[in-house]
């Protein structure tokens, strides 16, 4: 009886390098976030949280491009979203306005950091099923957006974070709170990146980096707040009558469809 080789018998152990390697980067950039705001050094600290975002972006696509996906890649990526987007942003709110505040700043930055737990477990659980059309809850790159911008402007504006504390944890509270929350906040997934656009459009996209060119807080924050406060929005006009399990509740309780206008 003949051997099989081995190669034929034993299982493939490697992973991908290329998407696991921008995922790599975008986990540095948020463990970069946390030590740059040990420091005080808070600009950084909320420049490395949108980096992450872009790394967190480039990952996935560049794994379907180069047909690489994989479980551990997968795994993995959420492990880094819960650095980048979820412990990065609460220690670096902390260190910026929470410090001082007692109980209350470190119970702020925790609900926080569960909820974004929360918010991408739920998440894995519902790949393939949820409707791609709509995120089911504030997804934690655009929580952690609505923080680092707001840390961001403080900081270039010279806003002692530490005297604004009760606000600053407010503000941490409810965008942990909007990512457990049932709002339906739209994916852009139906975009189509690959159609003919009209010139002027081309233009206008050459504006927008014109303006973020000149002044990248700002308007990150605006959208990123806009984006957030649209979540509830789209939720009320979907519905004829907005209930408890369109706000909060389990996946199967956020029965939009049957509640259209």
């Known amino acids: 009886m003949t051997e099989q080789p081995e190669n034929e018998t034993t299982p493939n152990r490697g992973i991908y390098l290329l998407p696991n390697l921008l995922t ?3 986990l540095f950039s948020g463990f970069f976030a946390v030590v740059s705001s040990m420091n005080g050094h808070f600009v950084s ?4 949280i949108f980096i992450a ?6 990952d996935g696509r560049v794994a379907r491009i180069t047909n690489t996906q994989s479980e551990f890649g997968a795994e993995y990526d959420s492990m880094a979203d819960m650095v980048s987007f979820g412990i990065a942003p609460g220690l670096v709110t902390y260190n910026f306005a929470l410090s001082g505040m007692g109980k209350f700043g470190w119970l702020a930055a925790f609900v926080y950091v569960a909820a974004a ?3 991408l477990a739920r998440f894995n659980t519902q790949v393939g099923v949820a409707d791609k059309r709509y995120f089911q809850g504030l997804a934690s790159p655009a929580a952690a957006g609505v923080i680092a911008s707001i840390i961001w402007v403080g900081t270039e504006y010279q806003i002692d974070g530490q005297e604004h504390g009760l ?9 942990g709170l909007l ?13 189509d990146w690959k159609g003919k656009v009209n010139f002027l459009v081309v233009l206008f996209i050459v504006l927008i980096f014109v303006v ?8 990150l924050m605006a959208i990123f707040v806009l984006y957030a406060c649209s979540g509830p929005v789209t939720t009320i006009r979907s519905v004829k009558r907005l209930r408890l399990e369109h ?12 509640d259209k206008k």
């Open 179 to 191: 990512m457990v929350s049932n709002f339906r906040y739209n994916s852009f997934k139906e975009v």
């Open 247 to 258: 706000v909060v509740g389990d996946d199967h309780d956020a029965d939009f469809d049957n």
């Open 24 to 26: 790599t980067a975008g």
């Open 117 to 119: 737990a929360l918010r």
């Open 45 to 48: 600290a909320a420049i490395a």
């Open 167 to 175: 606000i600053m944890g407010v503000i941490t509270i409810v965008a």
């Open 53 to 58: 975002m872009v790394f967190d972006g480039l």
């Open 212 to 219: 973020v060119a000149s002044s990248p807080a700002e308007l």
